[in-house]
């Protein structure tokens, strides 16, 4: 399956209104390609996001330093769109960075593109509208799930849902992200296999 088909079907599956499908060829057009390399930020804390992206491949780690500590509070995976939003839409330093945690491919738009086709087109708009919606959903099941379920059973459920993370990004990461200390995932690891 080729880049554009890639990006076009999971187009189509958000925006989930085939009334809307042939819109989506101006979407795909006024992105642009850009890639990263492993341990590349997208954007640094102190700095503006340029870009609203598109991952066709690669991993990207949301972190921010709490005490002098990196903390994972984001995986964005291929297929997916990510972005330091608050500061991509409002022109502000992010309060984060964004890196690749492995090689990466991109699919970006500026600011200026995105709100072009906010306004000029009824796929995007229902895209991005769509995008937002299923993300705070994940995110409140994220928030509950850390305040829930212990180590284990987060650990189990991030096995089931997304099996091929454990090859694709470091232990710590996870942990952090799972909000468990890399000692206690280890011996959750160890416990599972």
């Known amino acids: 399956m080729t880049t554009h088909s890639t990006f076009e079907t999971y187009l189509q599956t958000v925006i989930n209104d085939t009334s809307l499908h042939h819109l989506i060829p101006e979407i795909i057009t006024t ?3 850009i890639q990263l390399s492993k341990n590349e930020f997208f954007v ?7 870009y609203f992206c598109y991952i066709e491949a690669g991993v990207l780690q949301h972190s921010l330093a709490v005490l002098e500590e990196e903390k994972t509070t984001y995986l964005a995976l291929k297929n997916s769109c990510t972005a330091a939003l608050k500061s991509f839409k409002n022109n502000l330093p992010s ?4 890196k690749a945690i492995t090689d990466c491919n991109l ?11 906010m306004e000029h087109n009824q796929a995007f708009y229902t895209f991005y509208y769509n995008l937002i919606e299923n993300q705070i959903y994940k995110i409140d099941d994220h928030r509950i799930d850390l305040l829930t379920l212990p180590p284990e059973e987060r650990y189990q459920k991030l096995l089931q849902n997304e099996p091929t993370l454990l090859q694709k990004v470091p232990l710590h990461y996870l942990a952090s992200f799972l909000g468990i200390s890399l ?11």
């Open 44 to 50: 640094t804390s102190g700095t503006i996001c340029k």
């Open 107 to 117: 699919q970006v738009i500026t600011l200026q593109e995105f709100e072009y086709l």
């Open 183 to 193: 000692r206690h995932m280890s011996r959750i690891r160890k416990n599972i296999k």
């Open 95 to 98: 309060r984060k960075n964004i």
């Open 31 to 33: 992105f642009s390609q």
